[in-house]
């Protein structure tokens, strides 16, 4: 719920003028989703409460008026993270397998599933970013 709430803060801390309702409601509302999720209330809503703070996000693209955004990676990798915390912390509370060898397994394949989806998003976004002539095709054909 840190990274979640970190992740509203981002948004709604960015968003200023007239538009910053379109970011603060999302936000604050898939804060409310995801914190109803985890209280077992019913759980799609954490799924709901993701898309809520993606929502917040691409919110905060429009109400700055960006269409690249370097964190765009990073804010990927955080949703991708909230979202398998809180599947795997229902999942620990409606099972008695809580053996701390698979605890720590799963734990550590959640940070390297997170860390993968953020190192996939920097390069395909260096990719997207780089001024190359022709695209990466033409480049690669033409040194033969």
Known sequence: MTVAAALAWYCIYG??????ALVVVPALGG??????????????FNALGVACLAVAYLALLYVRGIEVDGAAPAVAAAL?????????SLEQATTAANHPR?????LALIGGLTVGAAGIGYLLLLVA???LPGGVAYLVGRDR
Do not use: I
Request: charged share 10%; hydrophobic share 70%; no cysteine.
């Open 80 to 88: 991708l993270l909230v979202t398998e915390l809180a599947w795997f």
């Open 15 to 20: 968003a200023a003028g007239d538009l910053a």
């Open 31 to 44: 804060l409310l989703l995801l914190g109803a999720g985890l209280l077992n209330v019913w759980a799609p």
């Open 102 to 106: 698979l605890l720590a397994r799963r």
């Open 129 to 131: 970013v780089a001024p």
